[in-house]
Each structure stands twice: as structure tokens, then as C-alpha cells.
T-cell receptor, first 117, second 115 residues
Framework: AQTVTQSQPEMSVQEAETVTLSCTYD???????LFWYKQPPSRQMILVIR??????QNATENRFSVNFQKAAKSFSLKISDSQLGDTAMYFC??????????????FGKGTLLTVNP | GAVVSQHPSWVICKSGTSVKIECRSL??????MFWYRQFPKQSLMLMAT?????????EQGVEKDKFLINHASLTLSTLTVTSAHPEDSSFYIC???????????FGSGTRLTVV
């Protein structure tokens, strides 16, 4: 079974600064996807960024980027130029690339990020 | 694209009654949908995998007879909480995908309160 660990229950950052959220995972598989989801106070889950395990290049989406270290099974999220709207719970998630019911997501416990003005 | 609509957004019901929550993929077909439960300040807990045209696959510890899931079409899955009790009060979220490479789109969630 796959597990996802987020070791930082809460973090805070000043507006316009950079923050990095940590995520590690455990799997014996080699083909999988990793995701970061954001859940603001509205509780709507929003996909922030996605990484395919077979890609060595780190994914980026505007101010969001990841540091994917496959050998270390680490998948951290960096948020640059933090904005007040980034305040949310962030969940790291894992999904096997094989088919059928294995398409389900395994979530970490989340990191509550607060961006301070 | 890839919008998932979930209704109702909140519902209050009396203990012993049943509540149905709908999850619709509006602009794509979803052969598989997922239902989660989330307690305050906690992560999402997968309850079941809903497959179009077949029985749902429930996670260990989830009562099949209490949480009835029906996936009648490629765009609609429903979760019915039967004989609800206060301990069933929670936030329920559905998700759907066009395929793993696209990731998953989540509904906006349903806050269920049983009184």
C-alpha cells in the first residue's frame, strides 16, 4: 500500500515571500503520478500542480513549482511571491499509473498554510 | 473544462431519515467517480469507488448498507446516506476524472448535519 506523509501540519509565510511545503511518499511501484491540491476555506479542492513520475523535469505552474526527487521519494511544493489568496490547506496526493481501481488518490494529512499581510 | 457539480451544498436532516447527494460531471464522461468524507481540519478519507454500470467498491470499514452508491450513467453518481445519525454528520466530497493523466476534478462538497 502507498503512503503519503506531510510532516508540517501548519506553516505561515509573509506576503510576497517564498515558502516550501514538504511531502514524502512510499511505494514500490515505478510508474505513478503525484499531485498537490489546495483546499481554501470554501473547501473546494483545486488542483495546483501535477507530476508524472517518469518525467525528470520538475513541473511548474506560474508561481508554483515542485522539487521531485524520485530516489528519495520526495515531492515538495514551492510557492513563490506568496499571496493572501494562497492561504489554504495543501494536500499532497499519490496515484498509481496502473488502471482500474488503482486510479484512486492517496492523500497526505495536509499542511495548513497561512499567508500573512 | 472538467467541471464536477455536487448537490446539495449543505443539508440538514433528522436522525433516522435518508439523504441523497448527487455528483455530476458536466462536460465529460466519467466511468469512475470517487466519494470521500472529510472531518474538520483533517484529510480526505476515501469511502468508495463508484463505477458506471457496476457495484461500487467500498473501502475497509465503510458500511455498504449505510452509504449506498449508484452510478447510473457516465455523468452521474449518487451517494445515499441511509438512516442517518448524528455521527454521520460530515463533509462529503465527490471527484471524477477523464483519465489519470488529467488528474481529478472535485465537486464543491456537501455539508451534512444530522439532528
Amino acid at each position: 500500500a502507498q503512503t503519503v506523509t506531510q510532516s508540517q501540519p501548519e506553516m505561515s509565510v509573509q506576503e510576497a515571500e517564498t515558502v516550501t511545503l514538504s511531502c514524502t511518499y512510499d511505494t514500490s511501484e515505478s510508474n505513478y503520478y503525484l499531485f498537490w491540491y489546495k483546499q481554501p476555506p470554501s473547501r473546494q479542492m483545486i488542483l495546483v500542480i501535477r507530476q508524472e513520475a517518469y518525467k525528470q523535469q520538475n513541473a511548474t505552474e506560474n508561481r508554483f513549482s515542485v522539487n521531485f526527487q524520485k530516489a528519495a521519494k520526495s515531492f515538495s511544493l514551492k510557492i513563490s511571491d506568496s499571496q493572501l489568496g494562497d492561504t489554504a490547506m495543501y494536500f499532497c496526493a499519490f496515484m498509481l499509473a496502473s488502471g482500474g481501481s488503482n486510479y484512486k488518490l492517496t492523500f497526505g494529512k495536509g499542511t495548513l498554510l497561512t499567508v500573512n499581510p | 473544462g472538467a467541471v464536477v457539480s455536487q448537490h446539495p451544498s449543505w443539508v440538514i436532516c433528522k436522525s433516522g431519515t435518508s439523504v441523497k447527494i448527487e455528483c455530476r460531471s458536466l462536460d465529460f464522461q466519467a466511468t469512475t467517480m470517487f466519494w470521500y468524507r472529510q472531518f474538520p481540519k483533517q484529510s480526505l478519507m476515501l469511502m468508495a469507488t463508484s463505477n458506471e454500470g457496476s457495484k461500487a467498491t467500498y473501502e475497509q470499514g465503510v458500511e455498504k448498507d449505510k452509504f449506498l452508491i449508484n452510478h447510473a450513467s457516465l455523468t452521474l453518481s449518487t451517494l445515499t446516506v441511509t438512516s442517518a445519525h448524528p455521527e454521520d454528520s460530515s463533509f462529503y466530497i465527490c471527484s471524477a476524472s477523464r483519465g489519470p493523466v488529467y488528474g481529478y476534478t472535485f465537486g464543491s462538497g456537501t455539508r451534512l448535519t444530522v439532528v
